[in-house]
């Protein structure tokens, strides 16, 4: 079964990019940069902070 877990909009604007992502645990928020290259590392990592799992034992 498939699960949504956020869902991703990138804008293109005369001065650069806009990224907006919405997810249940982190809501909605927004990036801005210049390059598509620099919004797309910037939701990257925020993605991979909000769903990072736990390491199990030592």
Known sequence: MEESLAAVEVIRQSDGYLAKVQSEL??????????????????IIDLQEEFEVPELGP
């Open 26 to 43: 982190g809501g909605v928020r927004e990036y801005r940069g210049m390059t598509f290259e620099s919004i797309l590392e910037q939701v």
